[in-house]
């Protein structure tokens, strides 16, 4: 074993996840770059490879329990561990999402994955989380899951969409719980917020740069210890629930 801090990073093929993969290879973590297609996977790891980082591609389908299993077993044999998990893989459900007219089986398959799937891969990878020294969860959600600023004139919370915006209340909501059964060890959990940032996403509408969007992800993984837990952050500051 050598004192090299191990992460995960999942949905880590493009977008935010990609950057904050770089972001944590470029503070020497070694990293796991999880992501279902194996084109993609690769690209990415010879990309960031190249960029100097220490990492290497782990098969990940956030909602297969065989997949996810698979991945805890390759994280303990590539990287002998890990030290912080940072839940980054995400899905819309696309534009239809009125309340009134929603396919629910569109809102099932986005919190199959933004929720569902997050507590799968947390769970898996949590035995090697509690054998590392200082571990941290970072939940990717966003401010879109705030309802006090889904119900503040003014606040800027994205399109109706019943599906991915109270995907992110739920997983926000989750994070909470899991919080509270983990206040007792030295694991700091958190949802961070990237902001509106231009990825494959929203059509590449964001208004920042995928790397600008890791900068919160990445702060919350990379804690120092006694930091905060079960909190809610965007750059600026915590966000109202
Ligand atoms: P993106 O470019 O579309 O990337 C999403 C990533 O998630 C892709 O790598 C995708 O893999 C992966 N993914 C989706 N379903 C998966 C599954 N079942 N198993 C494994 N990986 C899966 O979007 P992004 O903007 O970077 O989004 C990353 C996170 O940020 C998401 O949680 C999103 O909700 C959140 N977020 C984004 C914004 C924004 O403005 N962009 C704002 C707030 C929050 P494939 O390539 O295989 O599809």
């Known amino acids: 074993m050598t004192d090299q801090k191990t992460a995960l990073v999942t949905g880590a093929n493009k977008g935010i996840g990609f950057e904050i993969a770089a972001g944590l290879g470029a503070l020497g973590y070694k990293v796991g770059v999880g992501a279902r297609d194996d084109a993609r996977r690769e690209a ?29 077993h390759l994280m303990q044999e590539q990287a002998g561990g890990l030290d912080a998990l ?63 600023r889904q119900t503040t004139p003014g606040s800027f919370v994205g399109p109706i969409a019943v599906a991915y915006a109270p995907s992110k209340t739920f997983l926000n909501a989750v994070m909470v719980q899991y919080a509270r059964e983990l206040a007792d060890t030295n694991i700091l959990i958190n949802a961070a917020c990237p902001g509106f940032v231009a990825t494959d996403l929203n059509g590449f509408r964001g208004t920042g740069t995928a790397q600008q969007g890791a900068a919160t992800p990445i702060r919350l993984a990379t804690l120092p210890d006694g930091g905060p837990t079960g909190q809610f952050f965007e750059d600026a500051g915590t966000i109202p629930w």
Do not use: C, Y
Not at 45 to 52: D, I, P, Y
């Open 44 to 72: 990415a790891v010879e990309k960031l490879r190249a960029g100097g980082a220490d990492v290497f591609g782990v098969p990940l389908d956030v909602t297969d329990d065989a997949s996810v299993a698979a991945a805890a």
């Open 86 to 148: 940072v839940n980054n893989a995400g899905i819309t459900g696309g534009p239809e999402q009125a309340p009134t007219t929603v396919d629910p089986e569109t809102v099932l398959a986005v919190v199959q994955t933004n929720v569902i799937g997050v507590m799968r891969v947390t769970n898996a990878m949590l035995p090697m989380l509690r054998r590392s020294a200082s571990p941290r969860i970072v939940n990717v959600s966003s401010s879109v899951g705030s309802l006090t």
